[in-house]
């Protein structure tokens, strides 16, 4: 296992499209995660805070770091000085939490809507009706330190493909609809953040722009 073949696979993969890769870095040393960096890999994803702020630190300073993983809003202001994306917003308070530290740390902080297209219960995230009755609000329109740029969502973790697709074509369909919809300043539907490394092909063919891929690139997590 070579972390730049694997690496150089999806870069050709991803030549000539919309798709950019989100290396998911999590529960990996700094070390490994060099190696994918002198490769010319500048995009990490992490989903524990703690993890993130200490790699953050630790690694060089060019890198984009994406938020991936379920957010406490008493953890949001360890991350918002230099977080480029956070892709799992899945409430109406942690948003507002999001836009106060964004305020605090004097930026607009990106952020995707996490849409619950799973059929499991456990994985978070709004439904299409509670997306948009946000987006609709009056105290949407207020949080002038957030940019919603897009939607994430996650299929269910089943070998039936069939059922992948129908999930990612249901987020995409909820992504067109909120885009024609709805017009807001800090509104501007650009990604759609789905796929990983067992169902990023189904993913990019159901019109994924960001695909988040820990395994295939390091390999097994303990
Ligand atoms: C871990 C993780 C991934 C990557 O998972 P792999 O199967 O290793 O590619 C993608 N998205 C989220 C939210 C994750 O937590």
């Known amino acids: 296992m070579s972390v730049k073949k694997n690496l150089e696979y999806f870069n050709n993969k991803l ?27 500048k995009i990490y994803g992490e989903n524990k805070v703690q993890e993130l702020v200490t790699k953050h630190e630790a690694m060089p300073k060019d890198i984009e770091w994406h938020m991936i993983g ?51 219960e456990t994985k978070f995230g709004f439904s299409e009706k509670e997306a948009m009755a946000l987006i609709d609000s009056n105290e949407f329109s207020g949080m002038t330190n957030i940019s919603i740029i897009g939607l994430m969502g996650m299929a269910t973790n089943t070998d039936d493909k069939e059922q992948i697709r129908k999930e990612f074509r249901g987020l995409k369909k909820i992504f067109e ?3 024609e919809d709805y017009h807001v300043q800090n509104l501007a539907m650009k990604e759609l953040s789905m796929g990983m490394s067992s169902d990023y092909d189904i993913a990019i063919e159901e019109g994924s722009t960001m695909i988040r891929v820990g395994s295939a690139i390091f390999g097994k997590r303990e």
């Open 15 to 41: 030549k000539n499209t919309d798709c950019t890769l989100i290396a998911v870095t999590k529960t990996h040393a700094p070390e490994l995660i060099m190696e994918a960096y002198k490769a010319g890999c």
């Open 177 to 179: 609809r909120i885009k």
């Open 70 to 120: 379920h957010l406490q809003s008493n953890k949001v202001k360890l991350i918002t000085p230099f977080i480029y994306l956070i892709h799992s917003v899945d409430s109406t308070s942690l948003l507002k939490e999001i836009n106060k530290q964004g305020q605090k740390a004097g930026r607009k902080i990106n952020c995707l809507l996490q849409i619950h297209i799973a059929a499991e």
